[in-house]
């Protein structure tokens, strides 16, 4: 057994004593001491208070040290940025928010994000040194694996530009890339949902997509492009011209600009995912019944992730999500007709618990994953060893 299945021990299991650790992983006890010593010496571990005595001195319990490391998460949206400092235990206490504009470019985003890690970290009293790593959400397609943006619709210069190298010229600690979607939905599962292994967070906004957790391990597919669900085809979407060039597809029927374009064919004067809530929120008839279709639109491709993932829960974010039940209505009108009933058995669609903060709190629990991993706990126990 290795120092990172101890560590995994005390981190599933909660504080234990050497005992305790060695009697649940079959170890002997010095094995055991020196794996702790590790842990200790690396500073994941610390003791957590003393267990009941049984006679003599009380054995010391030992837990997991959130405050050891910290991490950075940041969201980048097209008109907005956020970021936020985290412990190992994901608990935030400081962020810092800005509005810059995607399409500025690299150079201007980043030298934001580098400035606002800096700053983060001096308003916490914390050492650069004691940063482990930085997580980071991206507006548009990502190949994860080089954290680089593939052909990005609204971000002009982001096109295969090495963001990890960029700030890790400034801040070189470990940096992960992914996509908006997939932060959010690792954000709401670890802030609301920590025991559901099957979860698919859906973001609807000027764009559709989703970000899918199965297994309790987020999918990506071969290329990234998991979730990519906001071109599947809708019958009713016939001769309808989607901005990817097919026809019919859900984002040229469902997504903020369709909606729009709708309600001011009708007369309305709305122009963005905000101007059609205030629509429904203040009871427009026909802004209510527009939303409330987009949902049923929605729902027919929920309805084939839910026949084909079986996840347990679905969650619906993203700005257009503000309109509330209207939009989830529809969407589940739609998925409880056309999926198995033993899909839907048991299956919650809601609306997004964590709201705007879904993406930095993901984008910090991806650092934090990364920092936590197997393969980091061992790079670092075989550099403190030699």
Not at 195 to 210: E, M, N, P, R, Y
Not at 339 to 355: D, F, K, N, Q, Y
Request: overall charge negative.
């Amino acid at each position: 057994m290795k120092t990172s299945d101890v560590f995994e021990l005390l981190r599933d299991g909660g504080p234990q004593t050497r005992a305790q650790l060695a009697e649940s992983s079959g170890l002997a006890r010095s094995t055991i001491a020196a794996r702790i010593d590790v842990l200790l010496r690396l500073g994941l571990v610390a003791p957590h208070g003393d267990a009941v005595s049984t006679g003599g001195r009380p054995p010391s319990v030992l837990a997991l040290n959130p405050s050891a490391r910290v991490v950075v998460g940041v969201d980048l949206g097209a008109t907005h940025a956020r970021a936020v400092l985290a412990d190992l235990a994901g608990t935030i206490p400081a962020e810092a928010r800005a509005d810059p504009d995607i399409a500025d470019g690299p150079e201007v985003v980043l030298g934001w994000v580098t400035g606002s890690v800096r700053s983060l970290l001096r308003g916490q009293q914390r050492k650069l040194a004691e940063l482990a790593a930085i997580g980071i959400g991206l507006p548009g397609p990502v190949e994860h694996s080089t954290g680089r943006a593939i052909n990005p619709p609204i971000m002009p210069g982001w096109d295969r530009y090495d963001v990890p190298a960029h700030v890790r010229r400034d801040i070189d600690v470990p940096v992960l890339i992914d996509n908006d979607v997939n932060i959010m939905a690792l954000g709401e599962q670890h802030a609301h949902f920590p025991d559901v292994q099957d979860l698919v967070f859906i973001k609807v906004s000027t764009g559709i997509g989703a970000g899918i957790i199965s297994g309790g391990a987020l999918q990506r597919g071969a290329m990234g492009t998991a979730g990519d669900v906001g071109h599947v085809r809708l019958p009713r979407g016939e001769g309808v011209t989607c901005r990817c060039g097919n026809e019919g597809c859900l984002e040229a029927m469902a997504a903020a600009p369709a909606l729009a374009a709708t309600l001011c064919a009708g007369g309305a004067d709305v122009s963005s995912s905000a101007d059609i809530v205030a629509l429904v929120r203040g009871g427009n008839l026909r802004a209510v019944q527009v939303v409330r279709q987009a949902g049923r639109d929605m729902g027919e491709m929920v309805a084939m992730v839910v026949n084909f993932i079986n996840p347990s829960v679905v969650v619906v974010g993203g700005a257009m999500s503000a309109a509330g039940e209207h939009l989830i209505a529809g969407i589940r009108e739609t998925v409880y007709q056309r999926s198995l009933p033993l899909a839907t058995e048991h299956l919650r669609i809601l609306p997004s618990a964590a709201g705007e903060q879904a993406g930095v709190i993901g984008a910090a629990a991806l650092a934090i994953a990364h920092v936590l991993s197997p393969e980091e706990i061992e790079r670092a126990s075989v550099a403190i060893t030699g």
